[in-house]
């Protein structure tokens, strides 16, 4: 992609007290956060809150490259990893806008191979038995995550250990889109359509139901629908050599000591386009362009006269899809782990709060959020009219940062 303009502004529009929030009580949400960096848990971050699409409050800390001695800056570059996915998900439902695409269409109308497709029955992964699928896979499977798909950095099934496998799990990628998706329909899914949720490659599926729908590749889509409209000019799949700087490192954490380290073999060189374009985790982005995409949500689909979707479409987008009222937890969903899993469904890209006290939450009922393997949060929460975006480069600290942030930052709503 073409050098990054750097134009991000995090400078803040109104007071706390302007808006409805507590300077004294978002005090707490930086005390907090200055205190995670201290203890080592991450080099640094930065978050910014924004209410009725005004910015509220920003604060950042510590470095983006520690051994560098560079600091966390309003410019810093990020990792969004499946913070993508709204995006590409935002991308599939304008072409549903246009007829180009619909919820009901199968998946294998865009990528024959899946007309293929099969079910896991039984046994490990070497010898897996499976069977032909009842139903087909649809584009609403993919946008829910029901589709049957998986990730290789799951170790809970054969299915799982076969994607490991297939993908070379870990290394640079060296196979196209079109390659992965053909590779994906060619392994057993892990149950029925519809029937399960699993977190999974399915909004990678998409970006390519994308590109055959649209006639363009998903970084031209992505660039000349989305991104250019939308003013968000720092936001792209590669950086320019010169935009390196801003960057942050890359870390993760040691299983043994709990520190965190770097390694070459945890990241790509993000300064060529990639061989593989990944609509479910491929974008680098900066907190004001993402704040731009979040406040977009917010508004139902327009930002500064630039209207991406109807109001309608993310009205729709932003409800919990799942089956009968289903949650991403169990005996439905398998889950990922997180905090609040008991309380979340799913809607079209999105993670959606259905009941805060199932929940254990503050968070409110109709937030809807997701974050990025590196740590990167983001949440859209019509009802207080609030927009958080959070960034910090640490890959999978599975730790349970994104739910305390929610407690911080809506105990700090006095209105």
């Given amino acids: 992609m073409a050098t990054l303009t750097s134009t991000s502004q995090l400078e803040c529009e109104v007071t706390p007290e302007q808006v409805g929030l507590s300077s004294d009580r978002l005090a707490r949400l930086d005390r907090y956060l200055d205190k995670y ?20 409050h920003v604060s950042m800390r510590g470095y983006r490259d520690a051994e560098a001695g560079l600091p966390v ?52 992964a070497a010898a897996m038995e499976s069977v032909p699928a009842s139903h087909p896979m649809l584009v609403w499977h993919l946008l829910t995550h029901t589709a049957g798909l998986t990730y290789p950095f799951f170790y809970s099934h054969p299915v799982d250990e076969t994607y490991r496998k297939v993908f070379n799990y870990g290394q640079p990628e060296t196979y196209t889109l ?97 061989v593989f374009v990944s609509g479910g985790g491929g974008l680098i982005s900066t907190a004001s362009d993402y704040l731009r995409f979040a406040k977009m949500l917010l508004h139902r689909g327009e930002l500064d006269g630039a209207r991406v979707l109807a109001p309608v479409t993310v009205d729709l987008m932003r409800v919990n899809h799942l089956p009968g009222g289903a949650l991403i937890g169990p005996p439905f969903g398998r889950g990922i782990s997180g905090a609040g899993d008991e309380g979340r469904g799913f809607g079209l890209g999105f993670g959606v709060v259905v009941d805060p006290v199932a929940a254990k939450s503050l968070a409110a009922a109709g ?35 994104g739910y305390t942030l929610r407690r911080l930052v809506n105990q700090a709503l006095v209105d």
């Fill in 37 to 56: 960096v201290a203890e080592g848990h991450q080099q640094g971050s930065l978050i910014a809150v924004s209410r009725g699409g005004q910015l509220a």
């Fill in 73 to 124: 800056e309003a410019d810093t570059l990020w990792r969004i990893y499946s913070m993508t996915k709204p995006i590409t998900s935002v991308a599939a439902m304008m072409l549903y806008e246009e007829g180009a695409i619909a919820l009901h269409d199968p998946v294998a109308k865009y990528i024959p191979a899946f007309e293929r497709a099969r079910v896991y029955k039984r046994g490990p």
């Fill in 178 to 274: 079109i390659e992965a998706c053909e590779r994906w329909a060619s392994i057993p899914l892990l149950f029925e359509p519809g029937t399960s949720w699993n977190y999974s490659v399915a909004t990678d599926v998409l970006g390519r139901v994308v590109e055959v729908a649209s006639g363009q590749s998903l970084d031209e889509f992505f660039k000349q629908r989305i991104f250019e409209p939308l003013g968000m000019h720092e936001t792209g799949f590669s950086i320019s050599a010169a935009e390196q700087q801003r960057l942050a490192v890359l870390y993760a954490i040691n299983p043994q000591s709990g520190e965190l380290f770097t390694s070459p073999q945890m990241d790509r060189d993000r300064t060529e386009p990639p």
């Fill in 367 to 401: 937030e809807y959020s997701w974050a990025g393997a590196a740590g990167t949060q983001f949440w859209v929460d019509p009802d207080n009219e609030i927009t958080v975006v959070f960034c910090t480069q640490v890959l999978f600290a599975r730790d349970e940062l």
